[in-house]
């Protein structure tokens, strides 16, 4: 069995993608576990990671997310265990997640240095669990040669296989081929990949807006899996919102009061992927019925609009298990653009 350590320099690189298009193209069976989560989910009264809920999903695994994650704080778990009990643990949960696959892919914190208090940073990961060490890295160009540098230069690797990077969301590919990724080759860092931005990665579920926002669906379940592509806030008059370029496009969300009827009604009249209702005020029953017919999601919340629209910005485009065409589009974009054989060794 061969184990990989998926790390990254910063938060939101795509390291759960990176893994779920390696798995796919790789073929095979694959395990999974994420010893330290920073993406709490509540379910059956049990604290899962999010991460480790969806791989369990996509890839059919049989163990509980639960078992696949160590815990989410680090106070408790220093309290949990000493270096030894730690290293004992890991190992534990290795051969468990493990038992009868092709690989075990093992998904580090929310950036390098994420967990290092508590020896469970990516490299003290690889280390420990004698696995290769991969790093997923994002943002602009002079950031991830920077970020790469630093590692090179200052971070200590040589108790690590480190295998190297896959450089990701990248705007222009031809651009950072031409200009950028002589920098990082000089770094003397392995490039394992260079995987272009896709559009299609960062929209986001109405259904999955609503699970994050605690949202009471009060019509138009059916829409639950359509696509977000812009955001508009209805914070103005319906005819000023009428006039404005973002009412205007497709597959919209809309933020506004549940009181705002004429605003809704002319929501509900063009192409709205959702409706955000704030402050708890639910519109008349006969918008509630027209939203439901035309399968257009009333999500109920008890936040201000201003509120809802900054919880809104702080929710990253995460994979969803039923998301079969971001699926499509990641497994293509990992067989297009990175080495699939490099990675595994």
């Avoid at 929310?110 to 696995?131: F, H, Q, R, T």
């Avoid at 081929?177 to 394992?192: F, P, Q, Y």
Wanted: with cysteine.
């Amino acid at each position: 069995m061969k184990t990989i350590v998926v790390g990254s320099t910063h938060k939101s690189a795509g390291k759960t993608s990176m893994i779920v298009g390696l798995a796919k193209v790789a073929g095979g069976s694959c395990g999974y576990m994420k010893p330290l989560g920073d993406r709490l989910l509540y379910r059956k009264k049990r604290l899962w990671d999010y991460d480790a809920a969806l791989i369990t999903s996509v890839f059919g695994l049989e163990g509980n997310p639960e078992e696949m994650t160590l815990g989410f704080e680090h106070a408790k778990l220093k309290y949990m265990y000493d270096a030894q009990g730690l290293k004992d643990k890991l190992s534990e949960m290795a051969s468990f997640a493990g038992q009868g696959k092709d690989v075990l892919c093992i998904e580090a914190g929310e950036s390098l240095s994420y967990g290092a208090s508590v020896n469970l940073d990516a490299i003290s990961l690889a280390s420990y669990l004698k696995a290769r060490l991969v790093l997923v890295a994002g943002g602009s160009e002079s950031t991830i040669v920077d970020d790469l540098a630093f590692v090179k230069r200052y971070v200590d690797l040589s108790d690590v296989d480190f295998a190297g990077v896959i450089v990701n969301k990248v705007r222009n590919l031809e651009d950072y081929r031409s200009t950028h990724l002589e920098d990082v080759n000089a770094l003397g860092v392995k490039v394992l990949g260079v995987v272009p931005y896709d559009a299609e990665l960062t929209k986001i579920t109405v259904g999955h807006l609503a699970e994050r926002l605690l949202a009471k669906v009060v019509a138009g379940e059916e829409g639950l899996n359509g696509k977000v592509n812009s955001i508009m806030v209805g914070a103005m008059s319906t005819n000023a919102a009428l006039q404005n370029p973002l009412f205007k496009k497709e597959h919209k969300l809309v933020i506004t009061g549940g009181d705002r009827s004429d605003l809704i009604l002319a929501a509900i009249e063009s192409s709205t992927a959702g409706i955000i209702l704030t402050n708890n005020i639910l519109p008349s029953s006969n918008i509630i019925s027209m939203a439901s017919e035309r399968k257009i999601p009333l999500l109920l919340v008890p936040f201000d609009t201003y509120q809802t629209a900054s919880q809104i910005e702080s929710i990253d485009p995460l994979l969803v298990k039923d998301d079969a065409r971001k699926m499509e589009v990641l497994t293509q974009l990992v067989k297009e653009h990175v080495s699939a054989s490099a990675v595994l060794g």
